[in-house]
């Protein structure tokens, strides 16, 4: 029973509720605030925490199993599909940006650091690090590590196995966000697994995030202009 315990398939799931726990616990922004008064440096490392934990120790497991990256989803795939869903995922997200960026929780939510929108230099680095690092991260050990492990038992679990962790990670976010979160986890996780890359749920969960992120920091930029 050990040994098959120790089948990567397996293996993923517990390496994954592992990394999640670490990172809520030891590498979340919040976490991070108690060491800095600032959260632009907070959240920066919050972003480098995800890409550490949830790429780079993967990446080391597969290594140990003598597996390749490229088949958990670090290529281009089906690149045609992938591009069809990409676009479509962008006209959703700016149409859900423009309509959510107005609310009150969601204002209080995003961008996570406050202080990052003081600048526009400030912001695009910032920005630009929630793309690279935490989207990333993020995206390689849901939709690339987990779900390409678990593809090996069954496909269709895997995709609705990979929903559970990544709905988690939304707790105390705005509660329409938490629970759009499920069906988008099932959309990325099976836009992944057709097109067998991770890049297009990449690119399209990152739309949503930066696009919000970007229509409150202009609305702020507006009303801040406004009250000068």
Known sequence: MLQELLQLKYVAIFESAILMTAFIYHGHGT???KFFNNDD?????????AFALFLVIPLVT?????????????????WQTGLIWVSVGFVAAAIVAI???PMPDMKKQYPFSKKAMESPRG???YE????FFYYTGWEFLFRGFLLFSLAQIDPVMAVLVQVVPSTLLHYNHPETETWSAILAGVVFG???????????????????????????YIRWKRKAKDAA
Request: hydrophobic fraction near 55%; aromatic fraction near 22%.
């Open 31 to 33: 976490v991070w605030l």
């Open 41 to 49: 440096k907070a959240y920066r490392l919050h972003f480098i925490s």
């Open 62 to 78: 597969l290594f140990i199993y003598g597996k390749s990256p490229v088949d958990f989803g670090l290529k281009l795939g089906d």
């Open 99 to 101: 309509t959510t960026s």
């Open 123 to 125: 912001f695009v680095i």
């Open 128 to 131: 630009l690090m929630y793309l």
């Open 190 to 216: 099976y836009v992944a697994w057709t097109t067998g890359s991770i890049i297009y749920p990449w690119l399209m969960h990152a739309a949503f995030g930066i696009f919000t992120d970007i229509a409150i």
